[in-house]
């Protein structure tokens, strides 16, 4: 009766992937344990060799870490999930498994910075290569796909400035040329988008980010059916970025909250997105939960929220932004995102320092651009904090 795909998310946030000891733990156990005991040399054989389920070593898999790939599975509504130590090392493990020498890649120019550094500096090296596209052309993905692209990669939306890529659109693009469709959901999570179901293959989280949901450890896990999340995980079982257990407990704990959380960073982003679009300091504000923003009504489509994350850019360029900056007491100055703390940063200065003004300026991120991750505090309070340092 209780078949998980009958379910709510808010229930299976709280309830998939739950198996009980002989102890009977209400809440999950954590096991921190590296290996595990066999009763006879003959059973040791079978697991090894894969004859018999079981578990033989954390590198390979670990109950908590079990769990944490089952819940987070049933809410994307995947077959299977593996999870990694971090976001990078969920998308350098998808990269090792379903990429070799000779292929191409067709991502979005508006991807998080360490997976294009990954691409440029290191896959590179072994042949593989990129061609990056605006985030919203459909016509340029289409284009720059070439006999030898074996993956499309996006975010959506896009950090900072909240761009909406049509995952309908640009997964039929994919599977028309037989390849494969990632797409990177660390800014909605399953509970304010399930990428899967509009045709995506696979998807990749940093759940460092909202899934844990408390600025607290790093994870990551890639998501999607068996066939394709397969080869990640023998990879990882191999290579050894393997989710550690105390990690996999934190974030099972952070996905039972999840789904109420999510729609209280939306709410308090959507209010803060309002208040800033009328302030007469503030020239533009990006946030696709707000009619003005140009793909609102795809987003919408997508999402069934606007999410946490809230760009705007005030006039007065460098000086203004980083006075409004230093000027908040509430709001912590840090790059981290997808807090219960909201957190400030000036991209221009910080994420997207290192490249040249022109790329910078070229990719739309502009010296009076400042990002906020909308965290749960008081929204009155937030905009407290902002009002001063905007006056
Ligand atoms: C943070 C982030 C990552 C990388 O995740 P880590 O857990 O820091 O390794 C990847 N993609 C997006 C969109 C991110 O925000």
Redesign the pocket.
């Known amino acids: 009766m209780f078949e998980d795909e009958f379910l709510h998310p808010d229930t299976l946030a709280v309830r998939a992937g739950t198996t009980r000891s002989q102890f009977g733990e209400h809440s999950d156990a954590m096991y921190l344990t590296s290996s595990f005991v066999v009763g006879s040399a003959e059973e040791a054989s079978l697991k090894f060799t894969g004859q018999m389920p079981g578990f033989i070593y954390s590198r390979f898999t670990n109950p908590t870490v079990t769990a944490f790939e089952e819940r987070l599975a049933a809410l994307e509504g995947a077959e299977r999930a593996v999870a990694t130590a971090?976001?990078?090392?969920a998308?350098l493990s998808l990269f090792m498994a379903h990429l070799k020498s000779g292929d191409h890649v067709v991502a979005s120019a508006s991807l998080?910075g360490?997976?294009i550094q990954l691409l440029n500096v290191y896959l590179s090296k072994f042949g593989v290569s990129v061609t990056y596209v605006s985030a919203t052309d459909i016509t340029e993905w289409a284009d720059a796909c070439q006999p030898n692209t074996k993956l499309l990669f996006l975010?959506t939306p896009s950090?900072p400035l909240t761009e909406i890529s049509d995952i309908r659109k640009i997964a039929d693009i994919a599977h028309a040329r037989g390849a494969l469709l990632v797409v990177?959901n660390?800014?909605c999570t399953p509970i304010l988008q399930k990428p899967l179901a509009m045709g995506a293959d696979l998807v990749?989280h940093?759940?460092?980010?909202y899934i844990d949901g408390q600025g607290r450890v790093?994870?990551?896990a890639v998501v999607g059916s068996s066939a394709l999340v397969d080869p990640v995980y023998l990879f990882l079982r191999t290579a050894g970025p393997s989710l550690s257990a105390f990690n996999a407990w934190v974030l099972l704990k952070g996905l039972e909250t999840l789904p109420i959380r999510m729609r209280a960073h939306s709410e308090n982003a959507l209010k803060l997105a309002t208040y800033l679009q009328a302030h007469p300091a503030v020239e533009q504000v990006y946030y696709p939960g707000l009619p003005s923003h140009p793909q609102h009504a795809l987003a919408m489509t997508q999402q069934n929220a606007g999410g946490g994350m809230v760009s705007f850019v005030v006039k007065g360029g460098r000086e203004q932004a980083w006075k409004i900056v230093d000027a908040v007491q509430l709001i912590s100055r840090t790059a981290n995102?997808g807090d219960t703390r909201s957190t400030i940063t000036h991209p221009a200065s910080t994420t997207h320092g290192r490249i040249t003004p022109a790329a910078r300026e070229a990719a739309g991120i502009t010296e009076g651009l400042i990002r906020i991750s909308v965290g749960l505090e008081y929204i009155n309070d937030l905009i407290a904090d902002l009002e001063q340092g905007l006056a």
Do not use: P, Q, R, Y
């Open positions: 971090s976001g990078m090392s998308i998080f360490s997976t975010e950090n990177d660390c800014f990749v940093s759940a460092t980010k790093l994870g990551g995102l």
